[in-house]
Antibody, heavy 120, light 107 residues
């Protein structure tokens, strides 16, 4: 059974940093691209970032480019999102999501999400 | 950036009724359009891929159609468990974008 378990969400002050983790199991993690998608409270879904197999390539939305860094550790089946210079607009539930196949950019499994709140 | 619009924003439907949700892209995206269902306090679930392709384990009452700029998600014979928000999602080009969602409520 595929499982994605995010952690690391917290209350952080504007300008602060945070690292989110996503522990994956139930599939060959190293064979799939992985993504982060966020959802602000009461709002819709917003793509944040995607990392390809082996971490060779990374992609970001304009709203986080230069502030967020996605990475992966295939030895521990873990996906990360390093977030810095956080703003109130980054407040959201952050989901990690597994690519449907090698790199198709849509998602067949999602984690339960972890809440990041940026507030003074 | 490709903008996706959905209509309606909200729909209140009686069980067994047919539901139709439309998604329009700001430019042609071929069939690179996918649909998700998100129930309250849950993460999204993939319903349809590439506009009309079914997903294993998804009930057959869910179907999709369309190509280019106009797409439709149809729920035949709505069931109470289908109360959710439905999102379309394009993978034609980066940045990936989602529609604003259509909330389906059960009368």
């Amino acid at each position: 059974e595929v499982q994605l378990l995010e952690s690391g969400g917290n209350l952080v002050q504007p300008g602060g940093s945070l690292r989110l983790s996503c522990a994956a199991s139930g599939f060959i993690f190293s064979s799939y691209a992985m993504s982060w998608v966020r959802q602000a409270p009461g709002k819709g879904l917003e793509w944040v970032s995607t990392i390809t197999v082996s971490g060779r390539d990374t992609y970001y939305s304009d709203s986080v480019k230069g502030r967020f860094t996605v990475s992966r550790d295939d030895s521990t089946n873990t996906l990360y999102l390093h977030m810095s210079s956080l703003r109130a607009g980054d407040t959201a539930v952050y989901y990690c999501a597994k690519d449907y196949d090698w790199l198709l950019f849509f998602f067949d499994y999602w984690g339960q999400g972890t809440l990041v709140t940026v507030s003074a | 950036e490709i903008v996706l619009t959905q209509s309606p924003d909200f729909q209140s439907v009686t069980p067994k009724e047919k539901v139709t949700i439309t998604c329009r892209a700001s430019q042609t995206i071929g069939s690179s359009l996918h649909w998700y269902q998100q129930k309250p306090d849950q993460s999204p679930k993939l319903l349809i891929k590439y506009a009309s392709q079914s997903i294993s384990g998804v009930p057959s009452r869910f179907s999709g159609s369309g190509s280019g700029t106009d797409f439709t998600l149809t729920i035949n014979s709505l069931e109470a468990e289908d109360a959710a928000t439905y999102y379309c999602h394009q993978t034609y080009s980066l940045p990936l974008t989602f529609g604003p969602g259509t909330k389906v409520d059960i009368k």
